[in-house]
T-cell receptor, first 114, second 112 residues
Framework: DQQVKQNSPSLSVQEGRISILNCDYT??????FLWYKKYPAEGPTFLIS?????DKNEDGRFTVFLNKSAKHLSLHIVPSQPGDSAVYFC?????????????FGTGTKLQVIP | NAGVTQTPKFRILKIGQSMTLQCTQD?????MYWYRQDPGMGLKLIYY???????DKGEVPNGYNVSRSTTEDFPLRLELAAPSQTSVYFC???????????FGPGTRLTVL
């Protein structure tokens, strides 16, 4: 049962254009959402997050949008740069059994073409 | 500032062998985690710890054991390696349960 889904395994975007990475979730108890970026042979690194009480959070070139009614999360990168080429994981957390459990999506591989 | 370190980076095991994956963090984080990532899949939580001496099972704990004798170290033990345990293993830590997790570089394990 994949509670956090990233339906696009890969995405290619031209340098300077917008990259939009999507994530859908099924558990309405999720109250915190995160995006992690992962380069090959490295561990994931935190990128940006959003609480369920907000619908938008911005940090420089990165903006995360949350649509609770649609259970949909998206990450916008503007403008995209070649260094943004990586795998992006969406993650969502909810309290389960006394613990704030984090569930990860399967990842989207972004390639930014110079 | 080392953050989260993992050893070894790579390992090949034969079926039935055992090994310990090491994880150390120098950020004085209370929470530590072990994940596995299979090809095309997300990260699955194996075990986690909320502090020294306290551990609990995650989603996929079977075939693994952990201990947490110090704040810094959180080793993961495979007792009888099986091909299904071929994966990339990531250790992570966070200050609190709702805080950002910091990941190590991973250990790529192959069981033949």
């Amino acid at each position: 049962d994949q509670q956090v889904k990233q339906n696009s395994p890969s995405l290619s975007v031209q340098e300077g254009r917008i990259s939009i990475l999507n994530c859908d979730y099924t558990n309405s108890m999720f109250d915190y959402f995160l995006w992690y970026k992962k380069y090959p042979a490295e561990g994931p690194t935190f990128l940006i997050s959003i609480s369920s009480i907000k619908d938008k959070n911005e940090d420089g070139r990165f903006t995360v949008f949350l649509n609770k009614s649609a259970k949909h999360l998206s990450l916008h990168i503007v403008p995209s740069q070649p260094g943004d080429s990586a795998v992006y994981f969406c993650a969502a957390s909810a309290r389960s059994g006394g613990y704030q459990k984090v569930t990860f999506g399967t990842g989207t591989k972004l390639q930014v073409i110079p | 500032n080392a953050g989260v370190t993992q050893t070894p980076k790579f390992r090949i095991l034969k079926i039935g062998q055992s090994m310990t994956l090491q994880c150390t963090q120098d950020m004085n984080h209370n929470y530590m985690y072990w994940y596995r990532q299979d090809p095309g899949m997300g990260l699955k939580l194996i075990y986690y710890s909320v502090g020294a001496g306290i551990t609990d099972k995650g989603e996929v704990p079977n075939g693994y054991n952990v201990s947490r004798s110090t704040t810094e170290d959180f080793p993961l033990r495979l007792e009888l390696a099986a091909p299904s345990q071929t994966s990339v293993y990531f250790c992570a830590s966070s200050y609190s349960e709702a805080d950002t997790q910091y990941f190590g570089p991973g250990t790529r394990l192959t069981v033949l």
